[in-house]
């Protein structure tokens, strides 16, 4: 079975491959928009239990320095991305091979089934046959003791047999 036979219910997973970015110079123009934006945020997210001289260090942030910050953070989600699209396309792999062997093993059952099947109706035709010749012998035993009797009787007395009798004793 051919792995573009079966489609299995679960395969329709997204898988994140390709990276679409800007330039170097777009991303850092961006960067520099977002920390405009973001600078005083931070300050007011940091301003519970920090003292003055905090915030005048928060005020000198270095826009370059957050930059650099905010691209290695971009590179490790970019690697981040590239590690999960790896292990979606192995989960993926696995899948379709567990599918692969699951239906396999179903035409495997499927065919023994048959087979069985197959044989179970010729052991039920055989006993039936069996259980039909058997009653017939016995209806032909029955019709033949009375007569095997009656026979047993014309016989002179030291001559005879014991009567015979179609039940046990």
Partial sequence: MGADQSRSVGSDIVVVNEDISPSKTESKESARKIISKVQPLLEHSASFGILASDHAALRQLNPRHMIELFTV?????RQSSVVVAEEQNQLSRNL?????TVAQILAVAQKKHDVYGVWSKNIQS???ETNEQLTAINNILDSLVPLVNNLNELLPV???LPSFSQSPS
Avoid: A, C, N
């Fill in 158 to 160: 030291d001559q005879r």
């Fill in 96 to 100: 379709r091979e567990t599918d692969q």
């Fill in 73 to 77: 953070y971009e590179e490790h989600l």
């Fill in 126 to 128: 055989s006993v039936k």
